[in-house]
């Protein structure tokens, strides 16, 4: 595996640089861009940032900006399974305790989603309770 990872290195050095391309991903530190995360100049993928309030306990405590999140929905009707709404959602904006919208019960998360995305997240809001679910790292 060191013989593919130094052919790996030695493939992208030789290849043009992406100047002005655009990561459509959130990228973790030491991460190896992949091709499929970037964008050509001129064709960003459009996004949208809904707000979605998470009760304490139901995110992970340490969330933040960047991290990528699976989104599910407990309906309130109890005879209704827990789903997966959305997977590998990027976190754009965690607000901090003391900020507009935070309650001691409440944590506002702000989620970026494809504009096709949108209905669904809304849809999952009015349906009962929200879970983040942290993607970790070597697994987006």
């Known amino acids: 595996s ?3 990872l130094l052919m790996a290195v030695y493939f992208y050095l ?3 640089k992406p100047l002005g391309y655009v990561l459509q991903r959130a990228v973790s530190q030491d991460e190896l861009i992949p091709v499929n ?3 050509a100049p001129g064709q960003e993928v459009p996004r949208r ?3 979605v309030s998470v009760l304490t306990g139901h995110l992970p405590p340490d969330l933040a900006r960047g991290e990528q999140v699976d989104l599910y929905v407990t309906p ?3 005879g209704v399974r827990p789903r997966l709404v959305l997977p590998a959602l990027t976190v754009a904006d ?3 305790g003391d900020g507009l919208g935070a309650t001691g019960q409440e944590q506002p998360v702000v989620l970026e989603v494809g504009p096709e995305q949108v209905l669904a997240v809304v849809q999952a809001l009015s349906v009962g309770r929200i879970d983040l679910v942290r993607v970790p ?3 987006q």
């Open 76 to 78: 309130e009707d109890k």
């Open 37 to 39: 995360a970037l964008s």
């Open 94 to 96: 965690v607000v901090s």
């Open 49 to 51: 940032e809904v707000t």
């Open 137 to 139: 790292p070597r697994q």
């Open 2 to 4: 060191g013989a593919f």
């Open 14 to 16: 030789a290849g043009a």
